[in-house]
């Protein structure tokens, strides 16, 4: 089983940073995928960015690519996301999700999720 929490969001104007922290529960964190996912109001939640169990490889969504960056600390039980150049249609609940074995950014493939932040761009 593996519990997460996550923090780190709130108001930003466009142009400004954030970073998202995702921490973990349990013994085998650095065994599984980790993967953000966002839903913004009335929109299906969609996949942002993924990292494999070492960290050595990483997944973005086109939408983010070179904006975000996705990272773990495997000592610290926690996956991060650093959210740059924001724009207003980042603004959603950002979600941490895990698996296990290989990435997918199929929502349906991943076993955990926390309960998601809040992340606001303002114009």
């Known amino acids: 089983q593996v519990q997460l929490v996550e923090s780190g969001g709130g108001l930003v104007q466009a142009g400004g940073s954030l970073r998202l922290s995702c921490a973990a529960s349990?013994?085998?964190?650095?065994?599984?995928?980790m993967a953000w996912f966002r839903q913004a109001p009335g929109k299906e939640r969609e996949f942002v960015a993924a990292?494999?169990?070492?960290?050595?490889?990483?997944y973005y969504a086109d939408s983010v690519k070179g904006r975000f960056t996705i990272s773990r600390d495997n000592a610290k039980n926690t996956v991060y996301l650093q959210m740059n150049s924001l724009k207003p249609e980042d603004t959603a609940v950002y979600y941490c999700?895990?698996?296990?074995?290989?990435?997918?950014?199929?929502?349906?493939?991943?076993?955990?999720w926390g309960q998601g932040t809040q992340v606001t761009v303002s114009s």
């Open positions: 999700a895990a698996k296990a074995s290989y990435y997918s950014k199929r929502i349906s493939d991943y076993s955990y």
């Open positions: 990292i494999s169990w070492s960290g050595g490889s990483t």
């Open positions: 349990g013994r085998t964190f650095s065994s599984y995928t």
